[in-house]
């Protein structure tokens, strides 16, 4: 009766044992049978403000017949004093993009929930072009509908040539209202090839919300903000969901 899109995202919460810290927002991405959480780097680990979360809480929907039923999901960070999530790097440095493994048989046996795959990736830049209008799905401010558990969606365009890094880094550029608590946001946007708008879940996903975009050298007093935010490329979830590969070593 929904959107399946809008069961794609879960609310985050960040917490150092009982303690809560922030809120965030994630998305699940499926492949080979494995199922993985992403949300920006940040959100797990930011050295200069000083956020080291143990652990991370998701609200997950608990019964398919009633999106008003929901649970608290932890999922920890360690491991035997590990980092359990993976991250990368690029020539342009860190990327602002993790991802951590749901174990699907500590999930409920309702859970409601739908993930993107390798297959709604974007892969040709040009069915991208300047201007394309796209959403992102997320809890602003940990905004959202607190009765059945669901995000909220944010309209914007995409604001850089896509399919170029954005100043060297492997990033582009949205142009959207955007707050706190979107960090970790899926990018998508509507499916146009054919036998992809009769799938189950017709959308595209073009990126990782990261964070608004701002230049430091702006008046404070004479001018507004750019109203930009940075979306990391999706393409990086292929090697961080690599089953091939070990756990990547973080930092």
Known sequence: MIDPLLLTATRIGTFV??????????????????????????????????????????????????????????????????????????????????????????????????????????????????????????????FHDTLHHLPVVRQAVVASAFGMRFQGQGIFLTDGRTHRGTSGAPVVMRATAPAVRRASLPWKLLGVHSARMDLATRDRQQDESLGLNMAWYADILMTLTDPAAGPLPRG
């Open 17 to 142: 044992a009982a303690r809560p810290l922030t809120n965030a927002t994630g998305f699940f991405f499926e492949r080979e049978g494995r199922l993985w959480l992403v949300t920006s780097r940040h959100v797990f680990i930011d050295e200069p403000s000083k956020h080291f979360p143990d652990r991370i809480v998701l609200e997950i929907h608990a019964d398919a017949g009633d999106l008003a039923r929901s649970i608290d999901f932890s999922v920890p960070l360690y491991r035997d004093g590990r980092a359990v999530w993976r991250q990368g790097r690029d020539a342009g440095g860190d990327i602002d993009v993790a991802t951590v493994e749901i174990e699907r048989a500590a999930l409920p046996a309702g859970t409601l929930l739908r993930a993107f795959t390798p297959a709604h990736l974007q892969r040709d830049p040009k069915g991208v072009p300047a201007g394309q209008p796209v959403l992102i799905l997320g809890f602003p401010l940990g």
